[in-house]
């Protein structure tokens, strides 16, 4: 969490910047050839490693929240810089004869994602609300799984690359804000499927399918 919250730190310095008014001689209804755009996102993920997480964490759905920057181009290209995070409380959990069975020792996970997306924002005229993009890229995923009873190499921490492809839309709120809709699809290999519940299931992919929304600042 301090990462995330050294990033809002961040945010919110640039955001001030970019309040401020445009350079004489600037159009007003006219973005610059380059801005940065401050955001904060909420995401809910539809975790790939379905057994495991119904069985430790009762679902498969998990809230996200963090922040990040956009630098964004006139001419329709922009590179994405996102850290979030996600904590979960759960409980342990095995398989027998391929049956589930909870163990009531609590457990609990904690996994940061950051993430750097480059892609194509589809303006179709300058006054228009509404900004399709697609983009994909690159993260780093820092996971972290603790429970009671457990002895020091039964802990889990972890950090491994992934990579995802990210599509939606963008609709100006105001001039300055905007708010972003987009559905994200990640695959992280190498962190599940090694020990525990998810080798006993063969479930090895940290990703999934997520709902995202941001709040951006800038044009």
Same mark, same amino acid.
């Given at each position: ?12 310095? /640039?955001?001030? #910047? ?22 904060? !996102?909420?995401? +809910? ?24 920057? =956009? ?7 922009? @590179?994405? %810089?996102?850290?979030?995070? #996600?904590? &979960?409380?759960?409980? &342990? ?5 391929? +049956?589930?069975?909870? %163990?009531?020792?609590? #457990? ?5 994602? @950051?993430? %750097?997306?480059?892609?194509?924002? %589809? ?6 609300? *509404? ?13 972290? +799984? ?9 802990? /889990? ?8 492809? /990210? ?16 559905? =994200?699809?990640?695959? /992280?290999?190498?962190? !599940? ?9 063969? +479930?090895?992919? #940290?990703?999934? @399918? ?6 951006? *600042?800038?044009?």
């Amino acid at each position: 969490m301090r990462r995330v919250g050294v990033l809002m730190c961040a945010v919110c310095s /640039v955001a001030r #910047l970019s309040a401020q008014p445009s350079a004489p001689g600037t159009s007003p209804d006219r973005p610059p050839a380059v801005q940065v755009r401050p955001f904060v !996102l909420a995401a +809910e993920q539809r975790f790939a490693a379905a057994t495991t997480f119904n069985a430790a964490f009762g679902s498969r759905l998990a809230p996200f929240y963090g922040g990040g920057v =956009q630098v964004a181009t006139r001419r329709g290209f922009y @590179v994405d %810089l996102a850290a979030s995070h #996600l904590d &979960r409380p759960g409980q &342990r959990a095995f398989v027998s004869n391929g +049956e589930v069975f909870q %163990l009531g020792i609590p #457990l609990k996970i904690s996994l940061t994602p @950051v993430e %750097l997306t480059a892609g194509y924002r %589809l303006k179709r005229s300058r006054r228009s609300r *509404l900004v399709p993009y697609v983009g994909g890229g690159v993260g780093w995923y820092k996971y972290r +799984e603790t429970a009671d009873f457990a002895s020091g190499d039964e802990h /889990v921490e972890a950090t491994h690359a992934g990579y995802f492809v /990210v599509g939606g839309a963008e609709i100006r709120i105001q001039r300055w804000i905007s708010a972003a809709l987009d559905a =994200q699809y990640t695959v /992280v290999p190498g962190i !599940l499927g090694l020990s525990g519940l998810s080798k006993e299931v063969g +479930e090895n992919d #940290l990703g999934g @399918v997520a709902a995202r929304i941001r709040v951006i *600042l800038g044009r």
